[in-house]
């Protein structure tokens, strides 16, 4: 079994995501126009049309999956199952918890965050900077707040989770082992 994401499998999902991205930028021009998004919800911060969507999101979505793809090739030793669980899982997770992330926000709840908070202090035990990750909480959240204030947050979440992750999270595993050695 080939355990690489084709090339044609990544435009393919690319091309779904374009498809996506397109009905939803018409449905919203033919039905109030398309909507601008604020940095901070704040209407005195510069904004960031939808219309960026049609290129931004199938793009990072093409970038995202080559770096999957990449990282099947680290992973070749997995058999199908293991591999559902390693890639499939994580994208399904992340995309639910960013449309649940949409939904509560929409909802003007504070539980948005509590999710950001519970996922920084869970980055520390698991890596949430994978593509999979990321890719889900992009689309998962691409319709409430368009394709562009995604994929800056998940920039920031990025950096912020790869570093509770390798640097927090190695930094206190060296305290530890170092505590245990004087024992």
């Known amino acids: 079994m080939n355990k690489r994401l084709s090339s044609k499998r990544r435009l393919i999902f690319t091309g779904l995501v374009t498809l996506l991205v397109l009905a939803h930028l018409l449905w919203d021009y033919n039905h109030g126009g ?3 998004h604020y940095l901070l919800h704040r209407d005195d911060l510069p904004g960031i049309s939808n219309w960026w969507g049609i290129i931004t999101l199938p793009l990072v979505t093409f970038l995202l999956l080559l770096w999957i793809n990449k990282n099947l090739e ?12 390693a890639l499939v899982y994580p994208f399904f997770i992340a995309l639910i918890f960013g449309v649940l992330l949409s939904v509560f926000f929409i ?9 950001m908070l519970g996922a920084i202090a869970f980055s520390f035990f698991h890596p949430l900077y994978r593509p ?11 319709y409430t707040f368009g394709a562009n204030l995604p994929i800056l947050f998940s920039l920031i979440f990025l950096i912020l989770f790869l570093f509770n992750y390798k640097v927090i999270r190695f930094g206190v595993l060296f ?3 170092r505590i245990n050695k004087k024992k």
């Open 175 to 177: 305290l530890i082992s």
């Open 34 to 36: 398309v909507p601008t």
């Open 132 to 142: 999979e990750y990321l890719l889900g909480f992009i689309l998962g959240m691409s």
């Open 74 to 85: 680290q992973r070749a030793k997995l058999d199908s199952t293991e591999l559902a669980k």
């Open 107 to 115: 909802l003007d709840t504070p539980i948005p965050g509590y999710m």
